[in-house]
């Protein structure tokens, strides 16, 4: 049997194999209200039938300032975690695990959907001045107000409670987004983070918002539902967060409750090299599996069940996140089976023909 297809158990969860979808903005609330809707049913819920062990919800902003833009799904409310269930009911029928990403996008909120306008929404047509650890802003984004000591303590507190109604809308899994240059990304880099207060300075200051999320979050959310953080593990900078960095930030989110890392890269500032081509996350996703005790996800150009199948056999990964790739077939992990001659018992009866190769 291919490691691929072996289940794999994290606290009260166990998933049917070890393909996760990756979260993917849809930019879908055409309301601008933050409710997932009927797009989201149907296009997780795909996922779900193509075989996938997780299938992760995007971005969902824990405040409305959150909002990469604002078509973005939200979880600040109790509207919207009923929204949700829809999408987790079917999602857990289809045998997968449902899980969401909670997200603040930080100084870079209230941006254009890309086929709606380009750049920052103005104030005058329903944008608003994000949020930062900073008051620099990302290039062609509004410009950021810095966050009070006392309003990063309040944010805290509302990411746990997305966290909770999270759980009340039937997701198994949460996990953090602390990637790709948003919110927590801004206060974990030395770059984007020059306060001098508890949450700037040294690693521990710049870690603390982060650790306190974790914290926060796993006394809201009990010890039966996994916790994972997504990180970028490296700015591409010198001067920037670093994969050793990344490394110790993931040993202290073990202490304080995450149980899984999801290892992405960059997004923090632009004019850097990103070596882009197969499976490039994949050497620091291993790297951090090694320095820590949990397992960790890989993503990033991982787009045949062969390569999924040599990473998990070559590496420490133990998951395989795929997002473009099923953007194009949803039901990427039934592929996978086919090509690696894999027997599934998940494999939905309508489809049973599929799986013949005569
Ligand atoms: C349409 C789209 C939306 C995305 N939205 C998110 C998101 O909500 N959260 C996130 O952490 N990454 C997001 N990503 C990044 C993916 O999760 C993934 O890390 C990246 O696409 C690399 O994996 P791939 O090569 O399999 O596509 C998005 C990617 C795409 C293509």
Redesign the pocket.
């Known amino acids: 049997m291919a490691k691929l297809f072996e289940p794999f158990t994290i606290r009260s969860k166990t998933s049917r194999n070890r393909i996760w979808i990756?979260?993917?903005?849809q930019y879908s609330c055409e309301n601008k209200d933050g409710m997932a809707s009927q797009w989201h049913v149907v296009h997780l819920g795909s996922r779900a039938l193509g075989g996938a062990g997780l299938v992760m919800c995007?971005?969902t902003a824990i405040r409305p300032d959150g909002r990469i833009s604002p078509w973005d799904t939200g979880i600040w409310n109790d509207e919207q975690a009923k929204a949700w269930q829809q999408t987790t009911k079917f999602i857990k029928e289809a045998g997968a695990l449902a899980a969401i990403?909670l997200?603040h996008a930080g100084r870079k909120a209230s941006h254009y959907r890309e086929w709606s306008g380009s750049g920052a929404v103005t104030e005058a047509d329903g944008g608003w001045q994000p949020v930062s650890s900073t008051s620099e802003e990302f290039p062609e984004y509004n410009t950021p107000r810095e966050l009070t000591t006392a309003e990063i303590k309040e944010l805290v507190d509302q990411w746990a409670q997305a966290a909770k109604r999270s759980v009340d809308a039937g997701f198994d899994v949460i996990e953090i987004?602390a990637?790709?240059g948003y919110l927590i990304h801004q206060f974990l880099s030395p770059i984007t983070n020059q306060r001098t207060d508890e949450y700037g300075g040294s690693k521990g200051n710049r870690a603390r918002f982060l650790l306190e999320i974790v914290e926060g979050i796993r006394e809201e959310i009990g010890e039966k539902i996994p916790l994972s953080v997504?990180f970028s593990a490296t700015d591409y900078r010198e001067d920037g967060f670093t994969v050793a960095d990344c490394a110790e930030v993931a040993k202290w989110c073990e202490e304080v409750g995450a149980d899984l890392f999801d290892i992405?890269s960059g997004g923090l500032v632009l004019g850097v090299n990103i070596p882009f081509g197969p499976g490039y996350q994949v050497p620091m996703a291993d790297e951090i599996a090694e320095g820590v005790s949990s397992p960790v996800a890989a993503?990033?150009?991982?787009?045949t069940g062969v390569q999924a199948e040599e990473i998990l056999q070559s590496t420490h990964i133990e998951i395989i996140?795929?997002?473009?790739?099923s953007?194009r077939d949803p039901y990427w992990p039934l592929r996978a089976a086919f090509d690696l001659d894999v027997e599934l018992d998940y494999w939905p009866h309508q489809y049973t023909r599929g799986k013949f190769k005569k």
């Not at 996140?321 to 790739?325: E, G, P």
């Open positions: 990756a979260p993917m903005c995007e971005a990403q997200a987004h990637a790709h997504r992405s993503v990033g150009l991982i787009t996140m795929i997002a473009r790739a953007l």
